[in-house]
């Protein structure tokens, strides 16, 4: 039979397709695991964990590493875990460790953080658990948020001998003020981003879990992988490999074919794009545009001469712009030789048509 039934599906559970789902064990990331969970043992041991920072671009696998760990220890330790984009002022973050400690939330009246801040000490030091704080997104907080949460977690460590451990996630290097800075030293682990061959080994171990056997053609496989590599961005394959198995299904396939990829790709990549862009202010949505507005070669010069004719900057701003946006993966930036000098060309990593679409729709 090539068709499927009305109540037939591809999907052995479409729940491994999920963003939040984690899988039971994350490949290649296994030196990031060991190294975190390493760095929080002594907290176990009645000694101070080291402080860690998780660095690396978007979808390197820093939250799955980080949650898998903290779900193992999870015994041994209160452990508050933050999102910082929803909870951005330093009230919210002591707020959430305030209710991991007790069990319920600090009283409605409002009690000001440093109320707040003796509370969760003494409540640390009755249960006698060491605490683990992980600010995942850490570059989201408030400004200034991210200074005092981590300078008053610190003192309590001094004041109140707690053992306290804590991890910072973030995709952008983070500045410090000195006060904090000098008391703060934490352990860095990268994340870099997965090479080709990890990206179809991690989408195959998806397919398993998710798909029953042998519903998706190779063909159709490596494409994802091969978009997949392009953007180097995973839960945009992810995406759509859900995506063409629904297609596939809407076509009554018993297999992904192809077609059903090349069908659900430009949509998606629409979609993934609006994401990226969404995070840049205008002046980076600019600059995007004319590097997707000129035909041909680009180099930066002729960008940075576009680009001041619009907006006014200086030429700090303008590299700050071009490397953002070779960390968000929209451009590649590579060195080269132009007449006798050397220059920064910017290459495109997407269609440009695609780009133009998306940032009107932006
Ligand atoms: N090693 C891996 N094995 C299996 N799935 C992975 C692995 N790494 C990442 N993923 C999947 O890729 C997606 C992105 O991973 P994750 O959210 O951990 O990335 P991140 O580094 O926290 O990204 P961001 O900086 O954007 O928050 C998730 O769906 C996750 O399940
Ligand atoms: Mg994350």
Same mark, same amino acid.
């Given at each position: 039979?090539?068709?499927l039934?009305?109540d037939?599906?591809?999907?052995?559970d479409?729940?491994?397709f999920?963003?939040?789902?984690i899988?039971?064990?994350?490949?290649h990331?296994?030196?990031?695991?060991?190294?975190?969970a390493?760095?929080?043992?002594?907290?176990l041991?009645?000694s101070?964990?080291?402080h860690?920072?998780?660095?690396?671009p978007?979808a390197?696998?820093?939250?799955?590493?980080?949650?898998?760990?903290l779900?193992?220890?999870?015994d041994?330790?209160?452990?508050?875990y933050v999102?910082?984009?929803?909870a951005?002022?330093?009230?919210?973050?002591f707020?959430?460790i305030?209710e991991?400690?007790?069990?319920?939330?600090?009283?409605h009246?409002?009690?000001?953080i440093?109320?707040?801040?003796?509370?969760i000490?003494?409540?640390?030091?009755?249960?006698n658990?060491p605490?683990i704080?992980?600010?995942d997104?850490?570059?989201?907080l *408030? #400004?200034?948020?991210?200074? =005092?949460i981590?300078? +008053?977690l610190?003192?309590a460590? %001094?004041e !109140?001998?707690?053992?306290?451990?804590?991890?910072?996630?973030?995709? *952008? #290097?983070?500045?410090?003020? =000195?006060?904090?800075? +000098?008391?703060?030293?934490?352990? %860095?682990i !990268?994340?870099?981003?997965?090479?080709e061959?990890?990206?179809?080994?991690?989408?195959l171990?998806r397919i398993r879990?998710?798909?029953?056997d042998?519903?998706i053609?190779?063909?159709?496989?490596?494409r994802?992988v091969?978009?997949?590599?392009r953007?180097?961005?995973?839960r945009?394959?992810i995406y759509?490999l859900?995506?063409s198995?629904?297609e596939a299904?809407?076509?009554?396939?018993?297999?992904?074919?192809?077609r059903?990829?090349?069908?659900?790709y430009?949509?998606?990549?629409?979609?993934?794009l609006?994401k990226?862009?969404?995070a840049?202010?205008s002046?980076?949505r600019?600059?995007?545009?004319?590097?997707y507005?000129?035909?041909?070669?680009?180099?930066s010069?002729?960008?940075?001469?576009?680009?001041?004719?619009e907006?006014n900057?200086g030429?700090?701003?303008?590299y700050e712009?071009?490397n953002?946006?070779e960390r968000?993966?929209l451009?590649?930036?590579?060195m080269?030789?132009?007449g006798?000098?050397?220059t920064?060309y910017?290459?495109?990593r997407?269609d440009?048509?695609?780009?133009?679409?998306?940032?009107?729709?932006?």
């Amino acid at each position: 039979m090539n068709f499927l039934w009305r109540d037939e599906t591809l999907f052995r559970d479409e729940s491994v397709f999920d963003p939040e789902y984690i899988p039971e064990t994350l490949i290649h990331r296994e030196r990031q695991m060991m190294a975190l969970a390493m760095n929080l043992r002594p907290a176990l041991r009645n000694s101070s964990p080291i402080h860690t920072i998780l660095f690396g671009p978007p979808a390197t696998g820093k939250t799955s590493t980080l949650r898998t760990i903290l779900r193992e220890i999870d015994d041994h330790a209160i452990i508050t875990y933050v999102r910082c984009p929803l909870a951005r002022t330093s009230y919210r973050v002591f707020s959430r460790i305030f209710e991991r400690v007790y069990g319920y939330p600090p009283p409605h009246t409002g009690i000001s953080i440093a109320r707040m801040y003796e509370l969760i000490c003494e409540g640390l030091l009755e249960r006698n658990k060491p605490l683990i704080v992980a600010l995942d997104d850490f570059n989201f907080l *408030e #400004r200034d948020a991210g200074n =005092e949460i981590l300078y +008053a977690l610190l003192k309590a460590h %001094e004041e !109140y001998s707690i053992r306290i451990g804590i991890i910072l996630v973030t995709t *952008e #290097r983070i500045e410090l003020d =000195e006060k904090t800075g +000098a008391v703060f030293h934490p352990d %860095e682990i !990268y994340f870099p981003l997965y090479d080709e061959d990890e990206i179809r080994d991690i989408l195959l171990q998806r397919i398993r879990l998710g798909f029953y056997d042998g519903v998706i053609a190779d063909e159709a496989f490596e494409r994802i992988v091969e978009l997949t590599a392009r953007t180097s961005d995973l839960r945009f394959g992810i995406y759509l490999l859900r995506m063409s198995g629904i297609e596939a299904e809407r076509r009554a396939s018993r297999r992904i074919e192809l077609r059903d990829v090349e069908m659900v790709y430009e949509g998606g990549a629409r979609v993934f794009l609006a994401k990226s862009i969404s995070a840049l202010n205008s002046d980076e949505r600019e600059a995007l545009k004319i590097i997707y507005s000129i035909e041909g070669d680009v180099n930066s010069g002729d960008i940075y001469r576009i680009l001041k004719a619009e907006v006014n900057m200086g030429y700090t701003r303008f590299y700050e712009i071009i490397n953002k946006l070779e960390r968000l993966r929209l451009i590649d930036v590579v060195m080269g030789k132009k007449g006798r000098g050397r220059t920064r060309y910017i290459i495109r990593r997407y269609d440009r048509e695609l780009m133009l679409k998306a940032l009107m729709e932006g």
